[in-house]
């Protein structure tokens, strides 16, 4: 007997950790093995019902005419990139301040990655963007960080008067809105991620490509299957990267519940913002309390800057608080990529400074009062 709930681990090392995952289980135990048992059970397991159950909420729900499952969020970048044809000498910008599968995605196209600064919401800058622009430039990829969306208004902008194929990385966005419209609804493609860590997310890896054109929807599938659009009919050379039906089972459980993980999420955030404002030292992300404002955040991470963020974290995790530092060294400074003498001032300042504290649905009031009264006892100064 070692997978009874009373017999795991029950000496967690942090008072609070950076994530939870196995609460994330345990809290809809029932209902998941539920619906694992029956999908197991009837051996559906590839491109079956709940796959297409998945990608029809989805759509519905980010309100875009197709979302196509995939193997993760990496792919839905690389093959929504493939199906907008961006290939060898072209050139697509995007930011250093991402995950590196970003840029890794537009590698595997034979494309160059140009890397363009950031503003203070740690989103893609539209003035930055212009001037990176060349005749090679192909496509734009704007990363919707932290689950904050990019400024599209100025960015789709660009990218009509220069031409340009704007895909979204939207893996860490899944339900934010910008203009009361979803990330991954704006370009000609959305990716995202159900990776573990995000706000959406499944028992391993999951993806899901969005778009309102057909013909990219149609690459898509062909893409993540083979290049099949049957059993037999082979139409070009494909992959192997399909959402897998038991994890389209356990998304669909968890969709069910995404309004109240999202409004969790920013409940801990308003309380973050009102317990740490008057610590002038730190700066903190915009409050879901602010008026007037095109963004609707939905917090996979709450970002903090400050100077000294290695004296902060180790005062934190001192106090049991695990945080991270997503992300350091910024990508552009990477000894194992290709850019080098790229100088990004603002990715850089931010990359040294930022800290990423916990917050995620299972989290309780009692830990979110812990990192607060550990911040504020923090020797500020
Ligand atoms: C997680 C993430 C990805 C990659 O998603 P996977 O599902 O892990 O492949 C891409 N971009 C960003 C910004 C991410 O956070």
Redesign the pocket.
């Known amino acids: 007997m070692t997978d009874s709930p009373q017999n795991l681990s029950s000496t967690p090392k942090w008072q609070v950790p950076y994530i939870d995952m196995r609460l994330a289980f345990q809290q809809h135990r029932h209902a998941l093995l539920a619906r694992m048992e029956d999908v197991c059970a009837d051996a559906r397991l590839i491109l079956r019902d709940e796959v297409e159950e998945l990608e029809k909420k989805s759509a519905d729900f980010l309100g875009v005419d197709h979302a196509i499952g995939v193997g993760?969020?990496?792919d839905a970048?690389y093959f929504a990139l493939q199906a907008a044809g961006i290939g060898p000498a072209d050139e697509v910008i995007t930011v250093a301040h991402?995950?590196v599968?970003?840029l890794a995605a537009i590698h595997r196209c034979g494309a160059t990655p140009i890397l363009v600064d950031i503003d203070q919401n740690f989103t893609m800058d539209p003035n930055q963007l212009e001037k990176a622009i060349t005749p090679q430039t192909r496509g734009i990829i704007p990363?919707h960080?932290n689950g904050r969306c990019c400024p599209m208004t100025p960015i789709l902008k660009i990218a009509q008067q220069h031409n340009l194929v704007v895909i979204e990385?939207a893996?860490?966005a899944f339900g934010a809105c910008y203009e009361g419209r979803h990330a991954g609804s704006f370009g000609l493609a959305g990716a995202f991620?159900f990776?573990p860590m995000?706000v959406l997310a499944c028992c391993g890896?999951g993806?899901l490509v969005t778009t309102n054109d057909p013909h990219i929807a149609r690459q898509i599938r062909l893409l993540r299957n083979h290049g099949l659009e049957n059993k037999t009919h082979l139409i070009q050379y494909g992959y192997n990267s399909r959402l897998d039906t038991l994890q389209a089972a356990i998304l669909l459980e968890r969709f069910d519940h995404l309004p109240f993980f999202l409004e969790r999420r920013r409940h801990i955030a308003r309380c973050y913002c009102a317990g740490l404002q008057n610590i002038t030292a730190i700066r903190l992300p915009p409050s879901p309390e602010e008026k007037n404002t095109p963004y609707w955040d939905i917090f996979n991470s709450y970002v903090i800057r400050y100077p000294e963020r290695d004296r902060l974290a180790n005062h934190l995790r001192r106090q049991g608080v695990e945080t991270m530092a997503h992300w350091w060294p910024p990508l552009h400074q990477q000894a194992a990529l290709p850019f080098k003498n790229i100088q990004l001032p603002q990715t850089e300042r931010i990359a040294k400074e930022v800290l990423s504290l916990p917050i995620y649905p299972e989290m309780t009031d009692s830990q979110v009062d812990h990192v607060i009264a550990a911040l504020q006892n923090f020797p500020w100064s």
């Open positions: 993760n969020g990496s970048i991402t995950f599968a970003t990363v960080l990385d893996a860490q991620s990776h995000k890896d993806g």
